[in-house]
């Protein structure tokens, strides 16, 4: 029961440290990528649509991305969608495909995104810390139900602590190689 907790925690904190490397992967270094556009819905026929199900996107250059949806009636609304997204980009439409050019990042946009990306390093600390206490209280119910012996569950205490501080130092491993690369001229 005790490995079933500490098992479960484990793999909950594995999709806090991939959701915070999603998260990273939103926000633009020097380099425009597909992925910067995934947090995007669009609204499709009255729909929240994620914009990879309705467009396929292409770098040709690495400050520019076209996007062209599968949809041509989809157009304007994709559009729409980029524009109010916190991209910061005007896609230009050229009827067939959308073109979002990003700008050169100064010195103060890369400063914004560290702030953004500490932020995001933050809600991902956050998320592993509620995981361990939730996994706390479930080891210490078993204490008082019982189930398990004190010195079980201090074990199980100090597994779950090291295995918090693996996932907290992961998110913070993240963090600085996502500085670096936004530092990076």
């Avoid at 500490?118 to 361990?132: F, H, I, L």
């Amino acid at each position: 029961m005790i490995n079933d907790i500490l098992n479960e925690a484990d793999s909950k904190m594995v999709k806090s440290v991939d959701s915070t490397r999603e998260d990273f992967a939103t926000i633009r270094a020097g380099r425009a990528t597909p992925q910067m556009f995934n947090k995007i819905l669009v609204d499709y026929y009255g729909t929240p649509t994620p914009i990879q199900q309705l467009a396929s996107f292409t770098s040709p250059e690495p400050r520019i991305i076209n996007i062209a949806p599968f949809d041509i009636g989809a157009m304007a609304n994709v559009e729409k969608a980029i524009r109010d997204s916190d991209l910061g980009v005007n896609p230009s439409n050229d009827g067939k495909i959308l073109r979002a050019v990003f700008p050169e990042l100064t010195e103060e946009r890369r400063k914004e995104y560290i702030k953004l990306a500490k932020e995001k390093a933050e809600q991902g600390r956050v998320s592993v810390r509620q995981v361990r206490q939730k996994a706390k209280q479930s080891l210490e119910k078993l204490e008082k139900d019982g189930e398990a012996s004190k010195d079980d569950i201090t074990g199980a205490e100090k597994r779950l602590d090291s295995l918090t501080k693996k996932h907290t130092d992961a998110i913070d491993d993240l963090l600085k190689s996502k500085e670096a690369e936004l530092l990076e001229v």
